[in-house]
């Protein structure tokens, strides 16, 4: 993966946004990451920009599993979610 892609909202199919990390990670460390637009986006971690903290999802390497991919999306979306939330 050369260039970043952006994997959909916040809010996207978390099955297939884990399936594509899971395959992009195949060949190379892949990081995560929320942009501005609430778009989830990856890219190679070695052209993944500097980041604060909360918006960044992980980097999944070879030995990560779809199943953990899967709940960290729905984790860091329930948090991110939950943060936007004005009572």
Same mark, same amino acid.
């Given at each position: !993966?050369?260039?970043?892609?952006?994997?959909?909202?916040?809010?996207?199919d +978390?099955?297939y !946004?884990?399936?594509?990390?899971s +395959?992009?990670?195949?060949? $190379?460390?892949?990081?995560?990451?929320?942009?501005?637009k609430?778009? !989830?986006?990856?890219?190679?971690?070695? $052209?993944?920009?500097e980041?604060?903290?909360?918006?960044?999802?992980?980097?999944?390497?070879?030995?990560?599993?779809?199943?953990?991919?899967?709940?960290?999306l729905?984790?860091?979306?329930?948090?991110?979610?939950?943060?936007?939330?004005?009572?």
């Open positions: !993966m050369s260039k970043e892609r952006c994997l959909g909202s916040l809010f996207s +978390i099955e !946004m884990a399936e594509y990390i +395959i992009a990670r195949a060949s $190379r460390n892949v990081t995560v990451w929320l942009n501005s609430a778009e !989830m986006v990856c890219s190679g971690a070695d $052209r993944a920009p980041l604060p903290s909360e918006y960044l999802l992980g980097t999944y390497g070879i030995g990560a599993d779809v199943a953990d991919i899967q709940q960290d729905v984790a860091f979306r329930n948090e991110r979610a939950s943060n936007a939330i004005i009572f």
